[in-house]
């Protein structure tokens, strides 16, 4: 990892479109690589900027997602969403077909189903499903090439979206479709969502609970019967999964984490997350180096 990282590092697979949409289909091997830092570069930590999906057509890849390890053999789709931070450990020869889309491109429905998807593991394919995303991968990386046409830019966003609409729904055929939940899934569903987006701000059940308009003892009763952990847990675990991140994709200090996730008391933090991971915060980034 290179020296003095502060923040994690933010790809862009659309640096070079100025219409925030990026597809192609690319082979990789390791002798692409011509010295051991390309290499290195190449599997550097870092989360995209856009909204990213990754078809595997051949070959395999060793990838760890927020310090979860999955083995990727085609035919595989991998999303991952703009929040996520990524690596790649270790592949083999492959091709893979990959767009790269950001919010303001995505249909609102698109993005609305994302959001509350993720995270999403990786999914290997049927025959079917490979097909059809295949050839409508196709279709999209044709139009990409029409530069020359009027309509190139609307062109390749609609024919993107249904791209991302038809991903969308092959992961949703694999999960419970949000018109089969009960209500105590759907708050628990909706207290998720709300997490995301306040971890760093919002600790305390009773906060979640009156923005969903219910008592705390109702939320908390949802939640721990849909997923078996309190919300005080989720809480708790969102901001450490944050930490971890931060620990050891960035070189900011413990201090510098601790007040980014909303802690002013730094000793607090500091036991907090030697009480849940079962080792101090610089212990855990020292095993980076490992």
Excluded: W
């Excluded at 090439?145 to 024919?159: A, C, F, G, I, V």
């Amino acid at each position: 990892m290179p020296e003095n990282i502060k923040n994690i590092p933010v790809n862009s697979m659309t640096h070079n479109s100025s219409h925030g949409t990026s597809i192609d289909r690319i082979s990789i091997k390791k002798s692409d690589f011509k010295t051991a830092r390309q290499y290195g570069d190449a599997l550097q930590s870092h989360r995209d900027k856009e909204h990213t999906f990754h078809i595997v057509e051949k070959g395999s890849v060793l990838i760890e997602i927020d310090f979860q390890k999955y083995t990727i053999k085609a035919p595989t789709v991998v999303y991952m969403h703009p929040n996520q931070v990524h690596r790649i450990l270790d592949f083999t020869t492959m091709a893979v077909c990959s767009l790269a889309i950001k919010n303001e491109n995505l249909n609102a429905d698109n993005l609305r189903f994302l959001e509350e998807l993720a995270p999403l593991k990786p999914l290997v394919l049927t025959k079917k499903m490979y097909t059809d995303i295949y050839d409508t991968f196709s279709l999209c990386l044709n139009f990409s090439r029409q530069t020359n046409n009027k309509l190139h830019h609307l062109l390749l966003k609609e024919s993107c979206n249904t791209l991302v609409v038809l991903i969308i729904s092959v992961f949703l055929n694999e999960n419970k479709s949000s018109n089969q939940l009960s209500r105590v899934e759907l708050i628990a569903k909706s207290f998720q969502q709300l997490l995301e987006k306040n971890y760093g701000t919002m600790k305390r059940p009773n906060e979640y609970s009156r923005l969903l308009n219910i008592s705390t003892h109702y939320l908390n009763k949802s939640v721990k019967h849909t997923t078996g952990s309190s919300v005080s847990q989720h809480i708790q675990d969102r901001i450490i999964l944050e930490a971890k991140r931060l620990l050891y994709h960035s070189d900011k200090s413990v201090k510098e984490i601790a007040f980014e996730l909303g802690y002013d008391d730094y000793p607090y933090f500091s036991r907090l997350f030697s009480k849940t991971t079962g080792m101090s915060a610089l212990i855990f980034r020292n095993k980076r180096h490992d």
